[in-house]
C-alpha cells in the first residue's frame, strides 16, 4: 500500500510553520494529569501537516503518516506533551525561545512532528509521533499505554540530547519512603530520638549502595542516593520521621535490590519502621550500533547549516577527525543519562532499535530559564527528517 | 586517523595496528571493539573497510 497524504503535500512544511508549533505548544499549558487542551492543539495541527491524527485513551496525541497496512515497518518517535510545573514568561528574544516545556520536552516532540510530516517515506513504511501524557510523573500513562497498544520496528525517544547528542540509554529509579515511629523518651535520658535514628538508616543505606557498586568509575554504573526530604515530629507519646530517599539504578541493579538494602538497614533499629516504594524503573542501554543510533549519528555529520556560533555553548570543540567528507557537519556525541526517560518504560517491552534524540540543552530542564535556540531547532528536524528516512530504507 | 583497509573481512586497529577480523559483512556506522586494545571504532566506510575510532560516550544529568 502506498502512503497517502490527507492534506497539502506534508513536505513542504515550512520552517516558519514549524517555528510556530513549537510556539503554540509551549504557549498551552500542560501539566502532568492536565493535558488535554495542549492534545487537542497537537492533534489538529498534526492533520493540518499531513498526518491522521487522534487522542488515544491514555489521553496521548498521535499521529500517523505512511502505509497504513499492518504489516508495514513502523518507526515510532515518542515524545512526551506534559510538564513540570513553573510558568516560565513565553517570549522570543532574537533566536532564543523561552518558555515552560520549550526544552522538556515540546522542543523535541514538536521537531517529531515537523519532521514525520516532511520525511519521505517508502512503501511499506509508517511513522508514529506520539505525544505521551504524564511522562513527568511517575505515573508515565502515556508510555505504558503505548507498550501495550502500539508496536515499533524502531523507536525514538523525545528528550533533549543536544542538536549534536544521541542518548544511548538512562539509568533506573526507585523512590523510597520510610515511616519511622518509636515511644517518646526525656531528651536528657539515652534513647535516640526518631530524627536520629532515621539518619541513621539513611547512613546504612548510604553506606550499602556505596558498596553494592564500589570500583565502578562511571556514574552511569553506580548507585546514586540522594536523601529527598526528612521530617520528624513528636506528640509527648511518639517520636515520629519520614524520610524519602531516591535510588539512580545502573545496568545489572534491579530495584528490589534496594529494597532488600533498605529492609536491612532497619532490621535491628529499634524502632517501628514501614517502607512504601514507588517508581520502580529498570535502566536501559540501547546498542549504539543500532539502526536508530547509526541513523541519528550520520544525520548529525551532515548536518552543515548552523554555524558554531548558533549552537550551545556546552557543545564540544569540532574534531577535524570526526567532520568525514571535507565539510562542516556537527560533531555527533553519544551520551548516557543518569535520569530516567520513557525509554526506560518502552525499551523492555518494544525490544527494537531504539535511541533519545531531541534539541535542546537538558541542563534548562525543570528551570525558570528554560529556553532554546530556534536554529537548533530547526537543524534537529532535518536531522530527524534524514535519520527517519535512513532508517526506513535500513528496516526494508 | 584513519585504519589502513586490508581486506573484506578484516581491517588495522587505527590505534594499535592490531588486525580487527569481522566474522561478517560490518554495517556504516557500526561500531566494534578491537580485540588487542579494546578500543571502540567505527565503521566510516564499507568499500573498502575503513575504521576510525568512535566518539566516546560522554554522562549527562537529566532526562
Keep these: 500500500m502506498t502512503a497517502t497524504r490527507t492534506q497539502t503535500d506534508a513536505r513542504t512544511i515550512t520552517d516558519a510553520q514549524a517555528t510556530q508549533l513549537l510556539v503554540d505548544l509551549v504557549s498551552t499549558p500542560s501539566l502532568s494529569m492536565h493535558e488535554h487542551a495542549c492534545a487537542a492543539l497537537l492533534t489538529a495541527r498534526m492533520s493540518a501537516l499531513g498526518l491522521e491524527s487522534f487522542i488515544d485513551a491514555s489521553g496521548s496525541a498521535v499521529g500517523v503518516r505512511g502505509d497504513r497496512s499492518p504489516d508495514a515497518t513502523e518507526i515510532v518517535l515518542l515524545g512526551h506533551i ?8 513565553v517570549r522570543m528574544e532574537g533566536d532564543v525561545f523561552y518558555g515552560r516545556g520549550s526544552v522538556d520536552a515540546k522542543g523535541p516532540l514538536a521537531a517529531f ?26 505515573t508515565s500513562k502515556g508510555a505504558r499505554f503505548a507498550a501495550t497498544n502500539y508496536r515499533a520496528d524502531a523507536c525514538i525517544i523525545g528528550e533533549p540530547s543536544g542538536v549534536e547528542g544521541v542518548t544511548l540509554g538512562y539509568k533506573g529509579r526507585l523512590i523510597a519512603r520510610l515511616d519511622l515511629e518509636t515511644d517518646s523518651s526525656h531528651s536528657a535520658g539515652p534513647e535516640a530520638t526518631a530524627a536520629e535514628l532515621a539518619f541513621e538508616v539513611w547512613s546504612r543505606v ?26 520528624s515530629d513528636h506528640d509527648g507519646l511518639a517520636d515520629r520521621a519520614v524520610l524519602t530517599i531516591g535510588f539512580r539504578i ?10 532488600a538494602i533498605c529492609a536491612e538497614a ?18 536501559h542501554v540501547a546498542d549504539r550500533s543500532n539502526v536508530v543510533v547509526r541513523a541519528l549519528m550520520g544525520a548529525i555529520r551532515s548536518e552543515t547549516s548552523v554555524g558554531r556560533e548558533q549552537l550551545p555553548q556546552h557543545s564540544p570543540t569540532p574534531n577535524p577527525r570526526l567532520h568525514r567528507g571535507g565539510g562542516f557537519g556537527m560533531t555527533p556525541t553519544p551520551k548516557l543519562k543518569t535520569g530516567t526517560s520513557d525509554m526506560n518504560v518502552i525499551g523492555p517491552i518494544w525490544n527494537c532499535p531504539i535511541a533519545a534524540y531531541g534539541p535542546g540543552d537538558s541542563s534548562l530542564d525543570h528551570t525558570p530559564n528554560e529556553h532554546i535556540r530556534i536554529s537548533e531547532y530547526l537543524a534537529s528536524i532535518r536531522i530527524l527528517t534524514r535519520a527517519i528516512e535512513a532508517i526506513a530504507g535500513d528496516l526494508l | 586517523m584513519s585504519a589502513t583497509p586490508t581486506t573484506a573481512t578484516a581491517c588495522t586497529c587505527p590505534e594499535c595496528e592490531a588486525n580487527v577480523p569481522f566474522a561478517r559483512r560490518p554495517l556504516q556506522g557500526e561500531v566494534v571493539r578491537c580485540p588487542d586494545c579494546s578500543a571502540e ?20 544529568w537529566g532526562e
Design chain 1, 266 to 283: 532497619t532490621s535491628n533499629i529499634g524502632a517501628r519502621s514501614n517502607w512504601h516504594f514507588v517508581g520502580h524503573e529498570v535502566a
Design chain 1, 113 to 138: 512532528t515537523i519532521a514525520a510530516g516532511r520525511a519521505a517515506l517508502p512503501p511499506g513504511v509508517r511513522v508514529r509521533v506520539i505525544g505521551a501524557v504524564e511522562e513527568e510523573s511517575a
Design chain 1, 250 to 259: 545502573p545496568p545489572g541493579v534491579l530495584p528490589t535490590e534496594l529494597e
Design chain 2, 41 to 60: 571504532l567505527e565503521v566510516t566506510a564499507l568499500d573498502p573497510i575503513t575504521l576510525e575510532l568512535a566518539p566516546e560516550v560522554q554522562e549527562d
Design chain 1, 82 to 89: 506534559d510538564t513540570v510545573p513553573g510558568v516560565v514568561p
Design chain 1, 206 to 231: 548510604r553506606a550499602a549502595c556505596e558498596a553494592r557498586t564500589a570500583g565502578s568509575n562511571r556514574i552511569f554504573d553506580q548507585v546514586q542516593t540522594r536523601l529527598r526530604s526528612i521530617h
